[in-house]
């Protein structure tokens, strides 16, 4: 999908099926307002701004970014702009399986990460990338919890 071309209807489009993942998301997530919260494939920073703590998104997408507000930053996912073990809570909201480098992007995920992180990745099902990024997600994380949301398995993980 080009992400450039849709940016300024993306919200219009999407915003409801992200505050059902975000909503059952923040069920697992124990957030302080002084954690530090980074979300790789941020977009136009809609699961960004949906928790209360110090946010930072980064998206490869400058049209997206530029349709956001907030702590928001071009970048790739495989190069993240940030010092080791910095954030309390890494998410990623459906967008791991439109990274150039899947493996790549989560081992930068588990570089920035602190070592009792909270992380939550959610896959696309429908993705033809899905059980290979599975399976890398296995390899990187410990699974806490695996939840089948509508469009998207949700990971939970550590």
Known sequence: MDYDTI???YNELYIEEQLRKLNIIKKYLKIKK????LDVGCGT??????????????DKSKEMI??????????????????DKYFDI?????SVHNF??????????????????????????KS????KIKELIKKYFEIISEIDEDKDTI???R
């Open 45 to 58: 920073g809609i699961s960004t701004n949906f928790f209360d703590c110090k946010t930072f998104g980064i």
């Open 7 to 9: 940016a300024k209807s």
């Open 66 to 83: 530029e349709q956001g507000n907030g702590n928001l930053i071009q970048s790739l996912a495989e190069d993240l702009p940030f010092k």
């Open 90 to 94: 890494v998410i990623s909201v459906t």
């Open 128 to 131: 033809i990338k899905y059980n």
């Open 155 to 157: 990971f939970i993980l």
């Open 100 to 125: 150039d480098n899947p493996k790549k992007a989560l081992k930068e995920i588990q570089r920035v990460k602190k070592s009792k992180a909270q992380v939550v990745i959610t896959l696309l099902n």
């Open 34 to 37: 002084n954690h530090k919260l």
